[in-house]
């Protein structure tokens, strides 16, 4: 009987380890995940000002064109 209680024992701390593991390995999945959020909050952001940038120079080119031609 002592040697069932001892083996459950042994099971159970041994079960908690992989828990711990498991909970762990899920908390540094959820940073990664919030990094990456965040790196493509901030390509986006370049990628707007880009695009931004290229329209206002386009239209600075259509001005300067119609200018020209006057």
Same mark, same amino acid.
């Given at each position: 009987m002592r040697a069932?209680?001892?083996?459950?024992?042994?099971?159970?701390?041994?079960?908690a380890c992989g828990f711990g593991d498991a909970g762990s390995s899920a908390a540094t999945a959820a940073k990664l995940k919030a990094q990456e959020a965040q790196q493509a909050e901030a390509v986006k952001? &370049?990628?707007?000002? &880009?695009?931004e940038a290229a329209r206002l120079q386009a239209e600075q080119r259509r001005r300067d064109i119609e200018a020209a031609t006057r």
């Open positions: 069932f209680v001892l083996a459950g024992l042994l099971a159970t701390g041994l079960a952001a &370049q990628v707007e000002s &880009q695009l």
